[in-house]
C-alpha cells in the first residue's frame, strides 16, 4: 500500500506561482509512474504533468506546458509540482498520483489505472 501525502496549494492571483508537493512513505520501486491530476467542479479530473522514474522527460499537457515543470526528489520520494504563470482556468483540485506503470503507458495511462492517489488540495487563481 502505497500512501500520498501532499501539501502545498492556496490562493493566489493571476500570474503568481505556487508550490506542491507529494510524499509517498513507501520504497520507490512501487510508484514507478507519478503525476499530477487536476479536477474543476463540473469537470473530469485531468492529467497536468506526469513523471516515470526511468525517463529524464516528463510529459505535460498542452495547457500548461511551459508554466508548470514537475520534480521528484528519489532520495525523499517526494513529487513536486511547481506552477508559474498562474492563470484563472487553473484553479481545481489537484492531485497526485502513484503506480507501478511502465515507462510506456505511464504518459498516457486513463487516471483510473493509478491505484495511489493523494487527498488532494486546492488551487484557487483570481483574475
Known amino acids: 500500500q502505497v500512501r500520498l501525502v501532499q501539501s502545498g496549494g492556496g490562493s493566489v492571483q493571476a500570474g503568481g506561482s505556487l508550490r506542491l508537493s507529494c510524499a509517498a512513505d513507501?520504497?520507490?520501486?512501487?510508484?514507478?509512474?507519478m503525476g499530477w491530476f487536476r479536477q474543476a467542479p463540473g469537470k473530469e479530473r485531468e492529467g497536468v504533468a506526469r513523471?516515470?522514474?526511468?525517463?529524464?522527460?516528463?510529459y505535460y499537457a498542452d495547457s500548461v506546458a511551459g508554466r508548470f515543470a514537475i520534480s521528484r526528489d528519489s532520495a525523499e520520494n517526494t513529487l513536486y509540482l511547481e506552477m508559474n504563470s498562474l492563470k484563472p482556468e487553473d484553479t481545481a483540485m489537484y492531485y497526485c498520483?502513484?503506480?507501478?506503470?511502465?515507462?510506456?503507458?505511464?504518459?498516457?495511462?486513463?487516471?483510473?489505472?493509478?491505484?495511489?492517489w493523494g487527498q488532494g488540495t486546492q488551487v484557487t487563481v483570481s483574475s
Open positions: 498520483a502513484a503506480g507501478l506503470i511502465s515507462s510506456v503507458d505511464c504518459y498516457t495511462a486513463s487516471t483510473s489505472t493509478f491505484p495511489y
Open positions: 513507501t520504497t520507490t520501486v512501487r510508484s514507478q509512474c
Open positions: 513523471l516515470h522514474i526511468t525517463s529524464g522527460s516528463p
